[in-house]
């Protein structure tokens, strides 16, 4: 696979988006506690 300029932002905006949830995910833990 060809690392063009686009495929390497494509790439590059999931992990950010990720890395953003999770840091979000760590600094406010959301989810109702588990039952049952």
Same mark, same amino acid.
């Given at each position: 696979?060809? *690392?063009? *300029?686009p495929t390497a932002a494509f790439f590059g905006t999931?992990?950010?988006l990720l890395c953003g949830m999770a840091a979000w995910e760590y600094a406010s833990p959301g989810g109702n506690p588990r039952v049952g």
């Open positions: 696979m060809a *690392w063009t *300029w999931i992990f950010l």
